[in-house]
């Protein structure tokens, strides 16, 4: 991916799954529609009782959640369903410290790797290692945006409409409040990888700076917990599968 040779199955496969980036970003600002269906299999289940799941949190950004199925009480598996309705907004970030932490990371020359879930809650081991992803990337970046003394969290959700919903990879944002007082998304590692994959990304990136577009869908997960317990008292970590899919 970072051999610069343009023809590597890596190059290719990013660069198809990012075609999208390269578009005038009008697309990524109108309202979207997804059938969102979740699965959750608890191993080792202890027996019947109650899941937590950190659902949708599309309403705060202007979207909408309807005609959900939430699970029930049950042992070993069950299953989310909604429609959710995401929309975009520009909302670029104006505070000049912002825009410094954000272009001081993005010139730092981390390399994005797929990395497991667990190691990318360790954000300190991850960059250590020269390397990145987008839970790792937020937490990080939040960090460094408290520090500079902003109110700032790594938010987990889902990035929607890549390969009909069979990639399922976590995701992860950073949400701030800028200098005018609102609330913006920094999906740092989607611009990391537009810049990349191709030149003519450069309208996708500034959205990923502040703005907020309609292929990702937030969640009320913080950055580094998982998306869903099981009151049985196994102490294996529920296991999420998501399967979003565009309504036309």
């Not at 009008?26 to 019947?48: I, T, Y």
């Not at 839970?135 to 970046?141: D, E, G, P």
Request: charged content about 20%; some cysteine.
């Amino acid at each position: 991916m970072y051999s610069g040779r343009s023809h590597t199955q890596p190059e290719l496969a990013f660069r198809m799954l990012f075609r999208f980036a390269g578009r005038s970003a009008e697309a990524l600002l109108r309202p979207k529609s997804w059938d969102f269906r979740v699965r959750f299999d608890c191993a080792e289940c202890g027996g019947l009782a109650p899941w937590r799941f950190e659902a949708p949190d599309v309403t705060r950004f202007g979207g909408s959640v309807t005609e959900v199925t939430a699970p029930t009480a049950s042992e070993g598996t069950a299953e989310y369903r909604a429609t959710v309705t995401t929309t975009g907004a520009r909302t670029p970030l104006v505070s000049p410290e912002l825009r410094k932490l954000t272009g001081e990371y993005l010139e730092a020359g981390y390399r994005w790797q797929m990395i497991p879930v667990a190691m990318q809650a360790d954000h300190r081991l991850v960059h250590g290692l020269g390397a990145t992803s987008c839970i790792a990337a937020s937490l990080f970046l939040a960090e460094r945006f408290r520090a500079a003394g902003y109110r700032a969290e790594a938010k987990r959700g889902w990035f929607c409409g890549v390969l009909g919903g069979a990639l399922d990879l976590p995701h992860a944002c950073v949400e701030v409040e800028d200098d005018d007082g609102v609330f913006k998304t920094v999906d740092i590692a989607k611009a990391q990888l537009a810049a990349r994959l191709s030149s003519n990304t450069g309208e996708f990136q500034e959205l990923c700076l502040g703005s907020i577009y309609n292929k990702v869908i937030p969640s009320t997960a913080s950055g580094n917990a998982g998306f869903a317990t099981h009151a049985c008292g196994s102490q294996i970590p529920v296991e999420v599968r998501a399967d979003i899919q565009s309504l036309r």
